[in-house]
């Protein structure tokens, strides 16, 4: 009995050390959300994760969301303190009836007033008059808009104009959009002003008392139906061409949201108010390093990359990095894959990234970094990583018949499915076992417990003068002579 018990418990433990693979349903992306608008998006700030889209890479004409990449290039090249004079081309090479500020050739205003008029009235002039004294002309400035989408990764966008005014040549999708309203959430000194409700621009020719300019972004506005709370502001836009357009920048919770809308159709505030309810309703913003705490698998790459084990001291996540997740429904959807390539804005003691997916969706992405123990962080040389990226390269590009000569790969243990079945018969048919003895035990005491009260009332018929042997003697005898009757019967029943 006590090695039946014995091998059953080796077994139970050799099974919780090597717990069988679970596999769950694939979640499903919440989707409820529709809008009218041709064309939309809206993403989590901190991770590019698209909530929803709608004809993300369709181009369509911007209009005056333009004016928030003309105000980031400005802001890069220009301090707030220059002043810019007013040409007559930046004036009056404009569509008539366009937004103005009421400027005129040969005002001058500093560039911090320019980006106020700019942002806030949404000033076509003003526009010019800034592209003019960034990069010397209208079309340079261009240029420079065109370079700058790049480097953020637009792949659906040409911009020929500051301000979006009506131009074939001058179009951008939903996709392209978020990626520059990503970048203006960065700028402090962007959001500064994009989110002001009002500002006082100084004398001017048409304006001898200066003027006072509100924001055209309703949702800022308390006052207004469109009003939205946690709105941080964004920028509107309409031609006859373009239709409505706006881009709006939300927060609750310490999430973050782009909206944006291509051309609508009187639609954009109802439109952009559904898309933001439905991001804040339905998703959330983590951190990685607490929604991915094991890091098994990358100490194995790290390993395998050529990365001795022995000069770390510990792996981690670095903490900024951030993840976007549903707030309900099953998380075994989301996938992991680290890469070597490290981008511009890695951290310095970065050794790998991790980029999150949901099936084809990216969530976002944490870099790891190794830390040495009793100090926060330690410094990796270029030669390491450029070692570390060599190796990697040359295990994957390597022929088959020179794997040999490579140090062995350490491979975690694996157990065949048929050995689990096997066991798991085993364990089942042990616990059978172990179930009929207990039971059968149990009846026996159970049989004994009845017999000892069966003698203890017949010692109380008796008398107290009666012996245990006595009674013995007599149930003895019962027996045999009930034996004997028994017999006699089956012989006189017999033929």
Request: net charge negative.
């Amino acid at each position: 009995m006590k090695r039946i018990i014995s091998f059953s418990l080796c077994l139970a433990l050799l099974l919780g050390l090597y717990p069988a693979r679970k596999t769950f349903a694939a979640g499903e992306w919440p989707e409820n959300v529709s809008i009218e608008a041709e064309g939309g998006i809206v993403v989590d700030a901190a991770t590019g994760a698209i909530l929803y889209g709608k004809n993300i890479h369709t181009a369509y004409y911007p209009a005056s969301i333009t004016k928030i990449l003309t105000a980031l290039i400005v802001l890069e090249n220009c301090s707030l303190d220059e002043m810019v004079t007013f040409s007559h081309d930046a004036v009056y090479n404009v569509e008539a009836d366009s937004t103005s500020a009421g400027l005129d050739e040969g005002d001058v205003l500093s560039v911090r007033d320019c980006l106020y008029a700019l942002i806030l009235k949404s000033a076509n002039e003003v526009a010019n008059a800034l592209a003019e004294h960034t990069a010397g002309s209208i079309d340079a400035f261009a240029d420079m808009m065109n370079a700058k989408a790049a480097s953020l990764g637009c792949v659906d966008s040409h911009f020929a104009n500051p301000s979006g005014l009506n131009n074939e040549n001058h179009y951008t999708s939903a996709y392209d959009m978020a990626l520059i309203g990503q970048a203006a959430l960065q700028n402090e000194t962007f959001m500064k002003i994009d989110s002001t409700l009002y500002y006082d621009l100084p004398v001017t020719k048409r304006n001898p008392e200066g003027a006072r300019i509100y924001p055209g972004h309703k949702m800022l506005k308390k006052n207004l139906a469109e009003y939205y709370e946690g709105c941080l502001g964004g920028k509107t836009g309409y031609t006859s061409l373009a239709g409505n357009t706006l881009v709006t920048f939300a927060e609750r919770d310490g999430m973050r949201l782009v909206a944006v809308i291509l051309n609508g159709h009187q639609s954009h505030y109802r439109d952009t108010k559904a898309l933001l309810d439905f991001g804040f309703k339905n998703f959330q913003t983590v951190k990685a390093s607490e929604f991915d705490t094991s890091y098994t698998p990358v100490d194995n790459d790290m390993l395998i990359a050529g990365l001795p084990a022995a000069e770390l001291s510990g792996l981690q996540l670095d903490p900024s990095g951030m993840l976007t997740l549903p707030r309900s429904g099953d998380l075994s959807s989301v996938t992991s894959q680290l890469t070597y390539e490290l981008s511009a804005g890695a951290p310095k003691d970065a050794i790998a990234r991790i980029d999150y997916s949901w099936g084809e969706r990216r969530l976002g992405c944490a870099y790891l970094t190794m830390n040495t123990v009793g100090s926060d962080s330690i410094s990796i040389p270029s030669s390491m990583l450029a070692e570390i990226q060599d190796i990697t390269l040359q295990a994957e590009t390597e022929a088959p018949e020179s794997s040999a000569a490579a140090p062995t790969e350490r491979t975690p243990f694996y157990i065949p499915p048929a050995v689990w079945i096997f066991l798991g018969v085993i364990v089942s048919g042990v616990l059978l076992f172990l179930l009929f003895v207990a039971i059968r035990s149990y009846q026996e005491k159970k049989e004994a417990e009845a017999r000892m009260l069966r003698r203890q009332k017949r010692m109380s018929r008796m008398g107290d003068d009666i012996s245990i042997v006595d009674i013995d003697l007599e149930m003895e005898r019962r027996r045999n002579y009930y034996t004997a009757q028994r017999s006699r019967r089956r012989k006189n029943k017999r033929p």
